[in-house]
């Protein structure tokens, strides 16, 4: 697979019937290794290793319904009482993140409410902060690492 622009991570792999696995630590088993599912891999340890959220908070590759359509989002971070905090897009490192892929991550938050959204093709990583009140979002240099909620 092809290297991206995230920090070194531990992976098991597997081989069956002649396609590579990769063992996802969310969902707890192995899937196939395409290269959007690299890419996803990668967030995910960057997530959990990196900006240290509990692997209980991060939900893979889930269906909502968007408008009358069924639609499947990459990666949620939820925060401790069930709100999503991060909504992630994932695309191939051969797939050019262009304005349609913000209008896509944007539309899914139309539903989901998210505070922060992460568009990554594993080579360029977008990272933005909601601003509803005003409808747009405000680009950052990094999403924020987690921070347990006091109670």
Known sequence: MQELHFSSYSFR????????????????????????????????????????????????????KLNDTIKRYDI???NADGSIHIIV??????IKITQKTFDQIARYNF??????LMITNGLDHYYCKMDFKNEKYDFLKDIPNYEPQLK
């Open 13 to 64: 792999f597997k081989s069956n019937e002649n396609k590579t696995l990769i063992f996802d630590i969310v969902r707890k088993k192995f899937v196939v290794l395409t290269p959007e599912e690299w890419v996803r891999q990668h967030v995910v340890h960057l997530l959990n290793s990196e900006k240290k959220y509990p692997l209980s908070h991060i939900n893979v590759e889930k269906q909502i």
């Open 111 to 116: 539903v989901l409410q998210a505070n922060y």
């Open 89 to 94: 897009e994932c695309k191939a490192p051969s």
């Open 76 to 78: 949620v971070v939820f």
